[in-house]
């Protein structure tokens, strides 16, 4: 894709599956723990909204548009100039009438913003869209006081269900699985439901060119859990999506467990995303005793 330090050349290009190799070589240059921009889950999200990218100043600078919305970009990524890629940025969306809008920033980047733009930027924390990070072994061992509730619902579930099965996500099982999640899914009108469901069914349908890693648990001959993920650098993956048939207590807890300790158990850090502000899910994100909770920001630049 073409190189552009030119506001008025500046084209996004919409994501697609073969883009992965080139938007890859950029986010291996960096070290990022924010699970927003990972190719896994910009794949799954992209039939939500737009998703687009453009090379500006060697850096990668991904766009997204939510429908009836104006678009927003993320820091830029990559070792490129990112204070020209900033200034370029914002002319860009000023010729449109546009403000330069980022979003899901991390705390160290918003000095490179004042730099480039040389004033204070007023970033406001997205508590709702921060991730939890956790210490991979801490939440597949679920050793000591802080995890004994944990621990105790994970060995009834090894009690109860007892010759239950850990599978790799593979050829041989996902025809099986994409059935079993269409039987599950009860979006019920639900947009975002909706709009997730379209994501997982997506990457399932291509999940051998995108590099993931995921399981599924059986018992009794029937897939009762599955959830997958990816390495993003050598000390941290993220877990995109854990889905589990709730009659079977506990299998959200098991397939959790399972597959860390299957597919990530030599990586230091696991992302299990935002809980995007709903009660239910920071309740459940927060007992498991994250070691960080990565705080996103968001700016405007008028």
């Given amino acids: 894709m073409t190189n552009n330090t030119n506001a008025n ?85 000023k010729n449109k009438n546009q403000s330069l809008e980022i979003r899901s920033i991390e705390k160290e980047n918003i000095r490179i913003l004042e730099q480039a733009f040389n004033k204070h930027v007023n970033a406001t924390l997205n508590r709702d869209r921060s991730d939890y990070i956790y210490l991979t072994q801490n939440l597949i061992q679920l050793s000591g006081r802080k995890y004994h509730k944990k621990k105790n619902h994970l060995n009834r579930f090894f009690e109860e269900y007892v010759g239950f099965t850990f599978e790799t996500i593979e050829s041989s099982n996902i025809t099986e699985l994409i059935e079993t999640w269409k039987k599950w899914d009860n979006i019920e009108n639900n947009e975002a439901l909706a709009n997730e469901s379209k994501g997982i069914i ?82 459940a994100k927060m007992s498991y005793n994250p070691d960080i909770i990565l705080e996103k920001y968001e700016v405007i630049i008028e």
Wanted: proline share 2%; aromatic share 14%; hydrophobic share 40%.
């Fill in 9 to 93: 050349n500046i084209v996004f290009k919409e994501i697609e599956l073969k883009d992965r190799d080139t938007i890859n070589q950029y986010l291996q240059q960096e070290r990022f723990m924010i699970s927003d921009i990972s190719f896994g889950n910009l794949f799954i999200w992209r039939l939500a909204r737009k998703i687009e990218f453009s090379i500006i100043c060697n850096c990668l600078v991904i766009q997204t548009t939510y429908p009836h919305k104006t678009p927003f970009c993320f820091f830029p990524i990559g070792s490129g100039d990112k204070t020209k890629c900033l200034q370029i940025l914002y002319t860009y969306y």
């Fill in 202 to 283: 997506s990457v399932l349908e291509h999940y051998n060119d995108l590099d993931l890693r995921g399981g599924l648990l059986r018992f009794d001959n029937k897939i009762i859990a599955f959830s997958f993920g990816e390495v993003v650098s050598n000390d941290i993956c993220v877990i995109h999506i854990e889905k589990a048939n709730t009659n079977y207590r506990g299998a959200y807890q098991a397939i959790n467990q399972q597959l860390l300790l299957h597919c990530f158990d030599s990586i230091l850090y696991v992302n299990r995303e935002e809980d995007l502000g709903i009660e239910g899910l920071r309740k």
